[in-house]
């Protein structure tokens, strides 16, 4: 069973970074099966509604993927603000610079570097400007 924890931003999270809802709890936790199910859920609710904003049919599958893991991660108003745009000009480079800002959170009310976050940053752009 996977059980509710909090996210490196304190917010109540369970299996592969599904967001509690205000009233959403599993107090017996969830099967690895229903983790899969919200996640399914939450690609095709969070990450395709940002991907379907993209205008530029020039991206690479890898292209795609990385910006999918960029909006389930940060989210859609985050991406339409900062990568959309970009992309949606065929500027990937800067795109890719936008992404790679991401990198803090809050602790104790003060924004830092999250080490965490860095790593995913690194993997998504790594993945981004792989060829297919």
Request: net charge negative; glycine share 8%; no cysteine.
């Amino acid at each position: 069973m996977l059980h509710t924890y909090l996210d490196s931003a304190l917010r109540p999270t369970i299996g592969t970074g599904h967001l509690l809802g205000t009233n959403e709890t599993y107090p017996n936790g969830i099967s690895a099966a229903e983790a899969t199910e919200l996640f399914a859920s939450d690609m095709s609710s969070i990450v395709q509604a940002g991907l379907d904003e993209i205008k530029n049919p020039s991206l690479t599958q890898n292209q795609v993927n990385a910006t999918g893991d960029f909006i389930f991660n940060e989210g859609q108003t985050r991406f339409d603000a900062s990568v959309l745009p970009s992309l949606n000009q065929g500027n990937t480079a800067n795109a890719t610079d936008h992404m790679g800002r991401f990198v803090k959170e809050k602790k104790n009310g003060k924004l830092v570097t999250s080490k965490g976050l860095e790593n995913r940053r690194a993997d998504e752009l790594e993945l981004f400007n792989t060829p297919q």
